[in-house]
């Protein structure tokens, strides 16, 4: 019985570990969407200034195809670093499932770190609506 305890207690300790890993990654990924949405807007801008730039010849042209190209490699370490974001989110999850399961049998409630994340992310949007 004693074993037992100790291993729900380790079960809760690791479903506080996991719901900081998985609230933080949440709100990394939140914020690297976020900046993927500026990345876009920007470049769509700079697309539009360097394609004015082309049709009334002026010289800026070529300061804006190398803005837009550098925009564009900004985007793609963003985009690298979002995917690595998501892989280490899914990977703790998966390991998480053994604590679940556990916690479950054992008849101990709480809330998913993964429903908090999906309510921190949909007050943030409503947020930005208001």
């Known amino acids: 019985q004693e074993l ?15 719901r900081m890993l998985y609230l933080t990654l949440g709100n990394l990924i939140y914020k690297k969407e976020k900046k993927l949405e500026e990345l876009d807007r920007n470049i769509r801008t700079t697309h539009i200034q360097l394609e004015f730039c082309i049709e009334t010849f002026d010289p800026n042209a070529k300061k804006f195809s190398e803005t837009k190209k550098e925009l564009y490699a900004l985007r793609q370490s963003v985009e690298e670093e979002l995917a690595m974001l998501r892989e280490k989110q899914a990977k703790a999850l998966e390991e998480f499932k053994d604590t679940e399961e556990a916690l479950d049998a054992a008849g101990i409630e709480f809330h998913h770190p993964v429903d908090e994340n999906n309510e921190e992310v949909l007050t943030r949007r409503s947020k930005m609506v208001e």
């Open 4 to 18: 037992a305890d100790m291993r729900i207690e380790v079960h809760k300790e690791h479903l506080e570990y996991f």
